[in-house]
């Protein structure tokens, strides 16, 4: 049961370790700029288990067309990320490579260019897309607790001692205090 979150710290390599540390800082910091740190880190560990167990309910299906590697690295995760962004955005066209396209599109071009990344399971990162999309689109309304639950949630044992740390950035959990925060920066 453990691996359902633990495969998210799993590295083979240096090229892989890097493109999972540049993906970990581009797609997890904004978006836990959106969301705050409590509810991040408990999106983060969803995102992890849903994406391994939807990979796990459809590996026996794709190994029998296509050779799966095993799910492995943060990348599942930010594709999850990154699908509830686009989905809840409320832009609707974004410049990717000069061409306007529809910003829920982006997390599928992504993906394709996931594909380049060393290590990665496309699988995997098909996986973590899909939960992202039907978290953004509401189909998890049970992961989705409102900010008072948030606000409490930073008042609690390991998220206090996240906001003494030096050097680490805490974000709150109500959109008043971020916006408060953000203003007095």
């Known amino acids: 049961v453990h691996r359902l979150i ?7 390599d ?8 540049v993906i970990i800082w581009y797609f997890a ?3 836990e700029k959106k969301v705050g740190t409590a509810k991040h880190c408990i999106l983060t560990a969803a995102f992890s288990v849903l994406s391994a167990l939807l990979f796990l309910l459809l590996e026996p299906l794709v190994s029998r ?10 990348l ?5 990320m990154l699908g509830v962004s686009t989905t809840r955005s409320r832009i609707k066209r974004t410049l990717l490579f000069g061409c306007r396209v529809p910003v829920v599109l982006v997390p599928w071009f992504g993906l394709c260019t996931a594909w380049f990344v060393p290590q990665s399971s496309l699988l995997g990162n098909l996986c973590g897309l ?3 999309e039907a978290y953004g689109l509401g189909y998890c309304f049970c992961l989705d ?12 044992f390991p998220f206090t001692v996240l906001k003494r740390m030096p050097g680490l950035k805490y974000i709150p959990g109500s959109l008043a205090e971020r916006r408060a925060s953000e203003n007095s920066t």
Request: glycine fraction near 10%.
């Open 6 to 12: 633990t495969y998210i710290f799993i590295y083979e």
């Open 14 to 21: 240096l090229p892989s370790l890097a493109c999972g540390a």
């Open 29 to 31: 910091g904004s978006f």
């Open 65 to 74: 067309l296509l050779e799966v590697g095993d799910a492995r690295g943060f």
């Open 76 to 80: 599942p995760v930010a594709f999850a």
């Open 130 to 132: 899909l939960v992202g």
């Open 145 to 156: 607790f409102p900010e008072p639950v948030c606000s409490k949630l930073d008042r609690v």
